[in-house]
């Protein structure tokens, strides 16, 4: 098992920025780490990912050049710096791994965090 907390949320205006981290415990993520967000009746979606062993970083179009994932091996953590945030970037972010082959925007996880809430006003 392996378990995420996540940390980081908060309330920023528009444009402003905000880092989430995820720091993970438990057995080893061996393959891929990602961020999603979930907004008030809509699907969770893709955010942010991090393959563990290439360090191959993907991302979202609405997140690109704004957003950037990191890893920090020693301290087990995914980092989601996040800059120039939009109103339309409010969710509720959640941190997810998974220890085996798949795509990595599709939500199918083994692990999932608890969720951080980010509120940006405009």
């Known amino acids: 098992q392996v378990q995420l907390v996540e940390s980081g949320g908060g309330l920023v205006q528009a444009g402003g920025s905000l880092r989430l981290s995820c720091a993970a415990s438990?057995?080893?993520?061996?393959?891929?780490m990602g961020w999603f967000r979930q907004s008030p009746g809509k699907e969770r979606e893709f955010v942010a990912a991090?393959?563990?062993?290439?360090?191959?970083?993907y991302y979202a179009d609405s997140v690109k050049g704004r957003f950037t994932i990191s890893r920090d091996n020693a301290k087990n953590t995914v980092r989601l710096q996040m800059n120039s945030l939009e109103p339309e970037d409010t969710a509720v972010y959640y941190c997810a791994a998974r220890n085996r082959a798949g795509a990595y925007y599709d939500p199918d996880y083994d692990y999932w965090g608890q969720g951080t809430q980010v509120t940006v006003s405009s």
């Open positions: 438990g057995r080893t993520i061996n393959y891929i």
């Open positions: 991090i393959n563990w062993l290439s360090s191959a970083t």
